[in-house]
T-cell receptor
Framework: AQRVTQPEKLLSVFKGAPVELKCNYSYSGSPELFWYVQYSRQRLQLLLRHISRESIKGFTADLNKGETSFHLKKPFAQEEDSAMYYCALAGANNLFFGTGTRLTVIP | DTAVSQTPKYLVTQMGNDKSIKCEQNLGHDTMYWYKQDSKKFLKIMFSYNNKELIINETVPNRFSPKSPDKAHLNLHINSLELGDSAVYFC????????????FGPGTRLTVT
């Protein structure tokens, strides 16, 4: 069973518009959720994780246990945000990545 | 200093050949991983090693065999390569198991012809 779902493969927004990348998960225990980002020609890197509750590059993500979601949000998209974004879940014994969402910010 | 490095960066080979990809991390992490990213950018974990011990072994063909000579290295050996093995393979490492932040290598693009 798929543990992490990113329903949008592609997402395009205009510069300055709000952006939300969706992530839903299914896990019975206490998961740890992450967002990883892959910019063009760069390696995958951690963007943020739910336990740190930080805002990185203007992005935030709140773990909603009731809706089992960990959506990534930014109020004003920038061109440099164009990248591939992966939601990931770490369970007790395994690690799952979503299928990724390619975000394109249109100038 | 490169934290997680992989060699080679590109690998083109014919079906049926055997090849290896090497990975090294200089972060002192205790856990290392291999991932496969296919042409649709789907990212899937293949193996995870913690202190040289296999922890996660997803359903991959047994033609794929990871080897960890020490905590800083995790190599991936692939026997009898098939067309479907063409992908980008990423190595990664973390501290404290898979709940730690993953540090990824630059990837190895494998093309099987």
């Amino acid at each position: 069973a798929q543990r992490v779902t990113q329903p949008e493969k592609l997402l395009s927004v205009f510069k300055g518009a709000p952006v939300e990348l969706k992530c839903n998960y299914s896990y019975s225990g206490s998961p740890e959720l992450f967002w990883y980002v892959q910019y063009s020609r760069q390696r995958l890197q951690l963007l943020l994780r739910h336990i740190s509750r930080e805002s990185i590059k203007g992005f935030t993500a709140d773990l909603n246990k009731g809706e089992t979601s960990f959506h990534l949000k930014k109020p004003f998209a920038q061109e440099e945000d164009s990248a591939m974004y992966y939601c990931a879940l770490a369970g007790a014994n395994n690690l799952f990545f979503g299928t990724g969402t390619r975000l394109t910010v249109i100038p | 200093d490169t934290a997680v490095s992989q060699t080679p960066k590109y690998l083109v080979t014919q079906m049926g050949n055997d090849k290896s990809i090497k990975c090294e991390q200089n972060l002192g992490h205790d856990t290392m991983y291999w991932y496969k990213q296919d042409s649709k950018k789907f990212l899937k974990i293949m193996f995870s090693y913690n202190n040289k011990e296999l922890i996660i072994n997803e359903t991959v063909p047994n033609r794929f065999s990871p080897k960890s000579p020490d905590k800083a290295h995790l190599n991936l050996h692939i026997n009898s390569l098939e067309l479907g093995d063409s992908a980008v393979y990423f190595c990664a490492s973390s501290q404290g198991g898979h709940r730690g932040e993953q540090y990824f290598g630059p990837g190895t693009r494998l093309t099987v012809t």
